[in-house]
């Protein structure tokens, strides 16, 4: 496995060949200092003009995987009930959706048979994975890629197992 930056990781969500999966296993990030979250949890209204502005560069990338046939399947793995800041990413996963990715949500209790990698993780084309290193309040520490195909096919093998057993973002609410 290699150290890489966010800016190697980003460049592989947004020139994906087929298919892109991430893996999300966390209740608190440190993105829940970001002024976006902290207006909404002190039960602010969020400007309609500056969501459009925050949105847009996600929208875009995703027009253009949609446009080529590309997709991209988030999962979630939460405990209940939820933090406040997976309510807000709850909330925020309709515009992904609308964006066109598949989003689905894993409660805890519902994973106890599965066995699931031990960092947040992107997988590309079944060919490569980023593990996402992450403190304990959630800031990330770094990116590690690896290409080995016996561990890219267990992380793909251990989402797939934990998306079937899933809840689509549609029919999902939090507790």
């Known amino acids: 496995m290699e150290r890489v930056t966010a800016e ?15 893996l999300e296993m966390r209740d608190l990030y440190a993105a829940a200092d970001h002024g976006r ?31 080529a046939g590309r997709t991209l399947r988030r999962l979630r793995v939460v405990s209940e009930p939820v933090t406040d800041y997976i309510g807000f990413e709850w909330r925020d996963a309709d515009e992904l959706v609308k964006a066109g990715e598949d989003v689905r ?11 699931l990698p031990g960092n947040d ?10 593990f996402t290193h992450l403190s304990g309040d959630g800031a990330i520490q770094g990116y590690e890629l690896t290409r080995d195909t016996e561990l890219v096919a267990r992380c ?20």
Do not use: N
């Open 8 to 22: 190697l990781r980003d460049s592989l969500i947004a020139g994906f060949g087929r298919e892109a999966l991430h």
């Open 37 to 67: 979250f902290q207006k909404w949890l002190a039960g602010e209204p969020l400007d309609p003009a500056a969501e459009e502005e925050w949105w847009r560069p996600w929208r875009e990338m995703m027009l253009g995987h949609r446009k």
């Open 105 to 115: 949500w894993l409660p805890c209790q519902r994973a106890s048979g599965l066995l």
């Open 121 to 130: 993780l992107w997988s590309f084309d079944a060919e490569t994975v980023v």
């Open 156 to 175: 793909v093998t251990a989402f797939e197992a934990a998306w079937r057993a899933a809840i689509p973002h549609s029919q999902y609410t939090p507790s």
